[in-house]
C-alpha cells in the first residue's frame, strides 16, 4: 500500500472549524441536539449526532465534510463534492456504497448530512436519508455520464461521481445544475441552508424552508396572542427576479400550469409562481410554473411531491431558452 496523502495543519484546523459549526447550525434549523461525538483532540474522525428532528423524530445523523472541487476565487467554488468510500472493491461500485450503508446502519445511522463552508459560514447542507444513498450516487453519475458525452462538460472527460476509485457525491456543482437536480429533487432530501433560522427557539416551527416566500398571503403576524414575546429571527432570502414572475403569469393566462388541474381564474393575485427546484438554483421562466395554491401546496407537501414536481419540470422545460417580457 501507498503512503497516505500528507494532510496540513491548515486543512486540520480548517475541518476543526467546520465540525464545531454542525451542532449549532443544525440546531438553529429546529433540531434538539442530544449527543455529539465530535473531539476537537482527534484527527481523521468520525462525527455523530444523535439529535430529535423539527417534527420530533429521533435520527442519528453521520457528518461528511466537502471538499471544493473547483475554485473560482479565493474562498469561493464552483463545486462541493464529498467521497462516500474511499475505494471500491473489485470495481463494484454499487455493491460498494451498498456495504457502506449496511455498516452505517449497523451504527444505528439514519441520516448522512453533507456540509460546505464558505469562509465564516456553512453555504451548502444537504441532510440525506442513508436508504436514499445509493440511487442518488446513481442518479448523479447517470447524469454526469450523459453530459459529459454529449459534451456539455466542455474537456471533463472522467466522471466526477468516479472519483478515481472512490465513488463521490456532489452537493455543489454550477457547471451542471443537472446532477444537482438528482439531489435535490430527490425524495426525503432536505436543504438545510434554506430552512429559517430562529435565534433561542428550537421548536419546530422555527424550521419552515424559505420556500414558503412563494406562497402569498401567509402573515405569521396574526398568529398566536397579543403580547406574545418578541424573538430574533435571521432568515434566509433569495432574491428573486420580478420579470421571471411576470413572465410565468402572463404565459399562464389564468390556467394552473399542472396539467391535471388546469384551474381557470381571470382575477390576478390568485395564483402562485412555484420554483420547482427552488429559486436559490435557478430563478429561471424554465423552472417555475404558475400554480393554483392547492396544487403548490401539493407541490411541496404532498407525499407525491416528487412526482409532482417531475412532471412541473418537464413542462417548464419546454420554455427553456425564449424571452420573456419586461
Not at 402569498?216 to 398566536?224: A, F, K, N, T, V
Not at 427546484?277 to 401539493?298: M, Q, T
Request: proline share 6%.
Amino acid at each position: 500500500m501507498g503512503k497516505r496523502p500528507f494532510r496540513s495543519p491548515e486543512s486540520y484546523e480548517a475541518e476543526h472549524i467546520t465540525r464545531k459549526m454542525v451542532s449549532p447550525f443544525i440546531e438553529a434549523r429546529g433540531f434538539a441536539v442530544a449527543a455529539n461525538s465530535y473531539d476537537p483532540a482527534k484527527k481523521n474522525q468520525t462525527q455523530t449526532i444523535q439529535a430529535a428532528d423539527p417534527t420530533g423524530r429521533s435520527v442519528r445523523v453521520r457528518v461528511k465534510l466537502c471538499w471544493p472541487s473547483r475554485k473560482t476565487a479565493p474562498g469561493k467554488s464552483v463545486g462541493y463534492a464529498s467521497q462516500l468510500i474511499a475505494k471500491i472493491k473489485n470495481g463494484d461500485w454499487e455493491g460498494s456504497i451498498k456495504r457502506y450503508v449496511e455498516g452505517a446502519r449497523r451504527d444505528d445511522i439514519t441520516h448522512l448530512v453533507f456540509i460546505a463552508r464558505e469562509g465564516a459560514e456553512i453555504t451548502n447542507a444537504a441532510l440525506i436519508p442513508i436508504s436514499e444513498l445509493v440511487p442518488i450516487w446513481q442518479r448523479q453519475r447517470t447524469t454526469y455520464h450523459a453530459l459529459i458525452k454529449n459534451g456539455k462538460l466542455g474537456r471533463r472527460k472522467s466522471n466526477p461521481a468516479e472519483n478515481g476509485s472512490s465513488p463521490t457525491l456532489y452537493i455543489k456543482d454550477d457547471e451542471a445544475p443537472e446532477v444537482l437536480e438528482a439531489l435535490w429533487t430527490h425524495r426525503g432530501v432536505s436543504d438545510l441552508v434554506r430552512m429559517k433560522v430562529v435565534l433561542g427557539n428550537s421548536s419546530p416551527e422555527a424550521a419552515t424552508d424559505d420556500t414558503f416566500d412563494d406562497l402569498p398571503g401567509l402573515d405569521p403576524s396574526l398568529l398566536g396572542s397579543d403580547g406574545a414575546p418578541r424573538v430574533p429571527i435571521v432568515r434566509s432570502m433569495v432574491k428573486r427576479d420580478q420579470r421571471v414572475r411576470r413572465e410565468v403569469l402572463r404565459r399562464a393566462n389564468g390556467r394552473c400550469e399542472r396539467h391535471d388541474c388546469n384551474m381557470l381564474r381571470s382575477f390576478p393575485g390568485f395564483f402562485d409562481v412555484h420554483h420547482i427546484l427552488g429559486a436559490d438554483v435557478s430563478d429561471r421562466v424554465h423552472n417555475c410554473v404558475a400554480l393554483c395554491p392547492n396544487c403548490h401546496r401539493e407541490a411541496h407537501f404532498s407525499p407525491d411531491c416528487d412526482a409532482i414536481n417531475k412532471g412541473l419540470l418537464a413542462f417548464a422545460r419546454r420554455f427553456q431558452g425564449r424571452r420573456h417580457q419586461a
